[in-house]
């Protein structure tokens, strides 16, 4: 099963965060499970975490190398064709971040780990 994740789940995950339910992770972490990771994801972490908008992404930020480097993350790059698609949803959901990865989500095939219902309205393929 392949996955991509939402920025929330993506640093909860990695940081083994109370949040993200274990169950799922359980579940995640059989083998099989190819985990993606949008480059779209590491600079909206970082781009709040250096605005002061995410505090406990710290250690997230400050291990990204290390954390992403011989680890079970796949980095996916943004495409023209997954900007066309994200430019083009039938959604007013302005987040370009969100709509990037429901693009993405899309394209790849790969269902979305997230917490965020709006995604659901949308109708992305989600996990959680």
């Given amino acids: ?4 994740f939402d920025s929330h789940a993506l640093v909860w995950f990695a940081l083994g965060d109370r949040r993200f339910p274990a169950e799922l992770r359980r579940k995640l972490e059989e083998p099989g499970t190819e985990f993606i990771v949008s480059a779209v994801c590491i600079w909206e972490i970082t781009a709040k975490f250096h605005r002061g908008k995410w505090s406990e992404a710290a250690a ?3 291990d990204l190398d290390i954390t992403l480097r011989g680890s079970p993350y796949v980095p996916l790059p943004v ?5 066309r698609v994200a ?6 959901h302005r987040d370009p971040f969100d709509r990037m990865l429901a693009a993405q989500s899309q394209i790849e095939c790969a269902p979305l780990v997230t917490a965020d219902r709006a995604f659901r309205l949308f109708g992305t393929a989600v996990i959680w």
């Fill in 79 to 83: 495409t023209i064709e997954h900007a």
């Fill in 60 to 62: 997230f930020v400050a």
């Fill in 87 to 92: 430019g083009s949803l039938a959604w007013d």
């Fill in 1 to 4: 099963m392949r996955i991509l």
